[in-house]
């Protein structure tokens, strides 16, 4: 460091290496709480250090000097972070007007980002609008639960069941080259000496990988999440194993340090008043050590009314029994590179309770203190996460991955979940998982009224499910009757007479179509008819599956156009026939979609098959224990009897009678 910059502080040290630069930044926060740094590097040491350091809000600034030219990965360190600048020697200006008051950073950009940057060092009340280096990310640690945190759960509990595949580490680094997530030189070293063992110390180490891995988490980055799962998993099983060591009996008091804004007060005081739990969506670091919290929160205001950086601790009191093994929570000191922080670390996904809440002023500044417990009765506290994720486990296809999809799709993320069953294509782990996605990406698709896109899809499905077989004669049932045969080559020959080649035709040439041909409406009925007695066939012969795809696939073909809906009867029929089917493929979930969907347009459905299909709807939700919906659909059917005498014979008046009394007794004490 040149004579003249030395000059220009109060006191100036000189490291060469990034760890003693670290440790001395700790020791000097914990000794003089309103310290402020400014760091000169230059030589080897720019990117690591940069990295290491930038987020205490007690640096102020970054200069690189004694470069004349950046680095390709030096120059993309300045423009990820803002605190770091470069700057010549002689480029620099520095003043400094008073020693004795704080100091106050403002940045003056003469032209350029690369030409020189000049630094006042002044006493002044000015508006800090453009004091960019002041300005830092807010990252919420905690956030109340609600239905945002189940989606988020649900998608964390089935990124660790996904088993990474054999190019995952390979997927990462390029993800992480692609969007210069790293530099080079990390990530030469993570390529070469990354494993599951040191993925903790590689967690605490690297910025590149907590950084990353966490942004991910609080915004809830599928793609990103997706690539960092084996390291995710690493570190949860890791911490499994250092908590097991732990004494049964184990309790700390731990602490967490951090700015934050009136917003964030508010609800977690809002949380405090209505008892609300309080759940952290990231891995989360803390210390047992009350003064590595305080560390943090130089920079702060001292009150609601100064700005939006608040002092707050979080005091946390835990005890191992109260810890889920599925989401473990251990101390990590001894495999830390700074264990002088005592440094505490939590999984994703742990719950809260807010006991106390206090303001206490301490430094100058007031400090907002939240004292909390984990939440006790995990499974209890989570139990709208598990239902939701049991329910989509209950269908036939089981791959974490997929669920996670099917998730995304609900939350009309659609580009997202594409992008997962793509994924999943590109690995072909079985048919019924590349049919299962064929199918939500066709679905996706028609939801955005792509209907070349969906056809491709469609295409696809059809390849899988008939394409394989050069005849009907085979599927997860039994073979074909011989007297079935015929009737059922007769109908598919039918079908393709009649179909000809509109199915490949965009909406706007079916449309041209129409208007050019009187009988072309008459055409998709007659194929409807014609495809409905082959799956009746097929139904009899116990080809459910392949019923299905046949179902799907003219409720498709006519949902495309938006023209030729199919008669309001037929589309009933077809309803009631997928719910069957996938009833006695025990696919439950999607059997209650389509009886449902055909008891939704009851003035087309049949006394006979109205009758039938609440019956079917019943037995579903007694199969799956919802007996007060189950309760509600028999009385629901014993009020149409009662209001419509031309409705259900005996029998069928006394059956549901029964049901009735079966929920009744299943609902009520067996007292």
């Not at 990310?137 to 988020?152: A, D, L, M, T, Y």
């Not at 026939?577 to 996938?582: N, S």
């Not at 309760?631 to 629901?636: A, D, G, R, S």
């Amino acid at each position: 460091m040149s004579s003249e910059i030395q000059g220009l502080a109060p006191k100036v040290y000189v490291f060469d290496k990034v760890n003693d630069c670290h440790q001395f930044i700790i020791a000097k926060t914990n000794e003089y709480c309103d310290v402020k740094f400014i760091v000169f590097v230059g030589g080897q040491l720019v990117c690591n250090l940069i990295r290491n350091i930038h987020d205490f809000t007690q640096v102020e600034a970054i200069i690189i000097l004694n470069k004349s030219q950046l680095t390709e990965d030096e120059a993309k360190i300045t423009e990820r972070y803002s605190k770091a600048t470069h700057a010549a020697n002689s480029q620099v200006d520095v003043t400094y007007e008073s020693a004795a008051s704080p100091m106050k950073i403002k940045v003056i950009p003469k032209t350029a980002f690369t030409d020189p940057i000049k630094f006042s060092f002044t006493n002044n009340q000015e508006d800090n609008d453009d004091i960019g280096i002041l300005t830092e990310p807010k990252e919420r640690s905690f956030r109340q639960h609600n239905e945002n945190f189940i989606g988020r759960y649900s998608i964390f509990l089935y990124m660790l069941h996904a088993q990474p595949y054999s190019s995952s580490k390979i997927d990462l680094i390029n993800l992480l080259k692609e969007e210069d997530l790293a530099t080079s030189d990390q990530i030469k070293m993570f390529e070469d000496t990354y494993s599951p063992e040191q993925a903790i110390p590689f967690y605490t180490r690297h910025g590149f990988i907590y950084e990353n891995l966490n942004r991910a988490l609080r915004e809830l980055n599928i793609r990103h999440i997706f690539l960092f799962r084996f390291i995710l998993q690493d570190i949860c099983y890791k911490l499994r194993d250092l908590m097991s060591r732990e004494p049964d009996n184990n309790e700390l008091t731990i602490y967490r340090g951090q700015i934050s804004s009136p917003q964030e007060i508010a609800e977690l005081v809002g949380a405090y008043q209505n008892q609300s739990i309080v759940a952290v969506n990231s891995f989360f670091s803390i210390s047992k050590d009350r003064n590595i919290a305080k560390f943090f929160l130089t920079g702060a205001q001292s009150s609601l009314c100064d700005g939006t950086r608040l002092a707050t601790i979080f005091e946390i009191i835990i005890k191992k029994q109260d810890v889920s093994q599925f989401l473990p929570v251990a101390d990590i000191s001894q495999l830390s590179d700074f264990p002088k922080e005592k440094e505490v670390l939590f999984a994703p996904g742990q719950i809260f309770t807010i006991n106390k809440f206090d303001i206490i002023f301490e430094s100058g500044v007031n400090i907002y203190t939240f004292k909390m417990v984990l939440k006790t009765g995990f499974k209890e506290c989570l139990n709208q996460v598990y239902t939701k994720v049991e329910k989509i486990r209950s269908v036939q296809v089981h791959h974490p991955l997929f669920h996670i999809g099917t998730l995304l799709a609900e939350e009309k993320r659609f580009q997202e979940a594409q992008d997962l069953y793509k994924d999943l294509l590109s690995k072909d782990v079985n048919e019924d998982i590349n049919y299962a996605c064929y199918r939500q990406l066709m679905t996706i698709a028609n939801q955005q009224h792509n209907t070349h896109e969906a056809k491709l899809w469609f295409d696809k499905m059809n390849e899988i499910k008939v394409g394989k077989t050069a005849s009907p004669n085979h599927d997860d049932g039994i073979p074909i009757r011989t007297e079935d045969y015929s009737t059922l080559h007769h109908s598919m020959q039918e079908i393709q007479n009649l179909a000809g080649n509109f199915l490949s035709l965009s909406t706007h040439d079916l449309c041209q179509a129409l208007n050019n041909d009187e009988n072309l409406s008459n055409r998709f009925e007659n194929l409807n008819d014609h495809v409905y007695n082959m799956v009746l066939i097929m139904i009899k012969n116990k080809q459910y599956t392949l019923a299905i795809h046949y179902t799907e696939a003219a409720l498709f073909s006519s949902s495309i156009s938006g023209m030729i809906p199919l008669r309001p009867s037929l589309k009933v029929n077809f309803y009631i026939q997928l719910g069957y089917c996938y009833q006695e493929l025990k696919r439950n979930d999607e059997s209650l979609k389509y009886y449902k969907m055909a008891l939704e347009d009851k003035t087309h459905c049949s006394p006979d098959d109205y009758i039938r299909t609440v019956h079917c709807v019943g037995k579903i939700l007694e199969t799956t224990n919802c007996y007060e919906e189950a309760l509600h659909v028999y009385i629901q059917l014993a009020e149409d009897y009662n209001n419509d005498s031309n409705i259900g014979n005996r029998e069928q008046r006394h059956e549901v009678e029964e049901c009735i009394e079966r929920v009744m007794s299943s609902l009520l004490p067996a007292e």
